[in-house]
């Protein structure tokens, strides 16, 4: 099945740092990608969409300069969050569409948890 | 807008037991789909089981089925024989079928299994 590869895990930074989440689609190719926030106990909370070649699409809310997204290849997109503060805490999940398949469900990946210290 | 909703924020059954989950949904769309999601504590993402709202017939994967009711609006979650293992987060989520592939979810129903 289909295989979405999200590094790292978990990841512990200072505040002030910039932090760069890896989201990988390993065998198939992702058109389009998407970073969600979770908060504990909540429901996933769309963060931008991320499209191949061209800039994210961020929802209402999100700062565009605070969670920078890049999508250079198909099967990568990168979240970086610069100048972390400790409200950025969260767990952040990618998820990806199979290019090819326009009925395919979405493959999450495994998530990152971030504590900003 | 879409919007998904799920009004249980949690429940219980008795292992073996068969439990349905709720999930109503608000569209002025006629072709989409409806998806459950299940989040363990480990927080990986795991599809449950989709429906395609063009197909009357409601979808099955083994123990769970659903009971799609296009004109209500309603796409409920049945959970038969409950097992331990399936203690978790569901989330109820809706994508246009035309568009980006954005998927719309629920605030999640939180399933307690007691043994």
């Known amino acids: 099945g289909a295989v979405v590869s999200q590094h790292p895990s978990r990841v512990i930074c200072k505040s002030g740092t910039s932090v760069k989440i890896e989201c990988r689609s390993l065998?198939?190719?992702?058109?389009?990608m998407f970073w969600y926030r979770q908060f504990p106990k909540q429901s996933l909370m769309l963060m931008a969409t991320?499209?191949?070649?061209?800039?994210?699409?961020?929802e209402q809310g999100v700062e565009k300069d605070k969670f920078l997204i890049n999508h250079a290849s198909l099967t990568l997109s990168t979240l970086t969050v610069t100048s972390a503060h400790p409200e950025d805490s969260s767990f952040y999940i990618c998820?990806?569409?199979?290019?090819?398949?326009?009925?395919?469900?979405?493959?999450f990946g495994n998530g990152t948890r971030l504590t900003v210290t | 807008a879409q919007t998904v909703t799920q009004s249980q924020p949690e429940m219980s059954v008795q292992e073996a037991e068969t439990v349905t989950l709720s999930c109503t949904y608000d569209?002025?769309?006629?072709?989409?789909?409806l998806f459950w999601y299940k989040q363990p504590p480990s927080r990986q993402m795991i599809l449950v089981i989709r429906?395609?709202?063009?197909?009357?017939q409601n979808a099955t994967e083994n123990r769970f089925s659903v009971n799609f009711q296009k004109a209500a609006k309603s796409f409920s979650l049945k959970i038969s024989d409950s097992q331990l293992g399936d203690a978790a987060m569901y989330f109820c989520?809706?994508?246009?079928?035309?568009?980006?592939?954005?998927?719309?979810f629920g605030t999640g129903t939180r399933l307690k299994v007691l043994a």
């Open positions: 998820s990806a569409s199979n290019r090819g398949k326009t009925d395919s469900p979405l493959h």
């Open positions: 569209t002025s769309e006629s072709d989409y789909y």
């Open positions: 989520a809706y994508r246009s079928a035309l568009g980006t592939y954005k998927y719309i």
């Open positions: 065998d198939f190719q992702a058109t389009t």
């Open positions: 991320s499209n191949e070649g061209s800039k994210a699409t961020y």
């Open positions: 429906q395609e709202a063009y197909k009357q």
